[in-house]
C-alpha cells in the first residue's frame, strides 16, 4: 500500500527587505533565535520595479549571522552575479524562471555549489516549473508578484503549490517548496496545507514590535495547521 511521504520541516525565513537597514545586524541577530535561515531580497530595477541590495550588503551581514541566506534573485541577469553573491556569503540562490537560460542556470549554480532554487511568479503556471524540478532543492511559488513588501496574499496561488507538492512527492525529490508574499499567522495555515514548508515574511517579522515572536508565531501556526492535516 502506497503512503504519503511525511511532511517536510517547516520554517520562517524573515525576509530582510522590511528589516531596519540602519540596524540590520540587530535586526537579524534578534530573530535568529526563531529560525535557521534569512531571506535575502535582490531587486534590479529592470525585472521588478526597485532597487535593493547587492554582495556588499550580503557580505556584511555574513560577518554578523551563521545562518543560511536564501538569497533570492529578481535580477534580469542572474548568471552575472552568481558568483559574487556565493563570494559575499550566499548559501543558496533562488533565480526566475521567467528569466529563461534556465538548465544553464541550474548547471551555473551547481558548480558553484550553491543550494540551488526557482522562482515563479504568481501567474506561471506550474508546467514552467515542472520541467525542472528533479534539477533543484527549492521551488519558490511567489505569493504577491515581486517587486514590493506589504502586498496582500494572493490565495489563487495555492493551486500551484499543491501541484508542485504533488509532483515533488511522486518523484520522491528532496525539495523545499517555498511561498514568499503576504505570508502571517493567518495565510501561512492555507500555505501550509497545500504543501509548503518555507514561509517568507517580512513586514510580518520586523514590521512588529517583537519580531522574534512574531516569527516563533507564524512557524508555530503552520506547524498547528500540518498537525491537523491527514498524514
Known amino acids: 500500500m502506497e503512503t504519503t511521504p511525511p511532511h517536510p520541516s517547516l520554517r520562517v525565513a524573515p525576509s530582510i527587505l522590511s528589516a531596519d537597514f540602519g540596524g540590520l545586524s540587530d535586526a537579524v541577530d534578534e530573530i535568529t533565535p526563531g529560525t535557521d535561515w534569512l531571506h535575502i531580497d535582490v531587486m534590479d530595477g529592470h525585472f521588478v ?28 541577469e542572474p548568471d552575472r552575479y552568481l558568483e559574487p553573491f ?16 534556465t538548465g544553464a542556470l541550474i548547471r551555473q549554480m551547481r558548480d558553484l555549489g550553491l543550494r540551488v532554487g526557482l522562482a ?10 515542472e520541467p525542472f524540478l528533479d534539477q533543484v532543492d527549492l521551488v519558490l511559488c511567489m505569493t504577491v508578484f515581486p517587486g514590493f513588501g506589504g502586498q496582500s ?3 489563487g496561488v495555492m493551486g500551484k ?9 511522486a518523484g520522491g525529490l528532496a525539495v523545499d517548496v517555498e511561498v514568499d508574499g503576504g505570508i502571517d499567522e493567518q495565510t501561512v495555515v492555507e500555505a501550509a496545507r497545500s504543501g509548503a514548508n ?11 514590535p517583537h519580531p522574534l515572536e512574531a516569527a516563533e508565531g507564524i512557524l508555530r501556526a503552520a506547524e498547528l495547521a500540518v498537525a491537523g492535516e491527514p498524514s
Open 86 to 101: 556565493r563570494d559575499a556569503g550566499a548559501d543558496g540562490c533562488t533565480v526566475h524562471v521567467e528569466v529563461g537560460g
Open 49 to 76: 520595479p526597485n532597487l535593493t541590495v547587492g554582495p556588499p550588503v550580503v557580505s556584511s551581514l555574513r560577518k554578523h549571522s551563521a545562518l543560511f541566506f536564501d538569497t533570492h534573485l529578481m535580477i534580469t
Open 198 to 208: 518555507v514561509f517568507v515574511a517580512g513586514s510580518a517579522v520586523f514590521g512588529r
Open 161 to 169: 503549490v499543491r501541484q508542485v507538492r504533488q509532483a515533488v512527492r
Open 153 to 155: 496574499f494572493i490565495a
Open 120 to 129: 515563479a511568479n504568481p501567474d506561471t503556471p506550474f508546467e514552467a516549473l
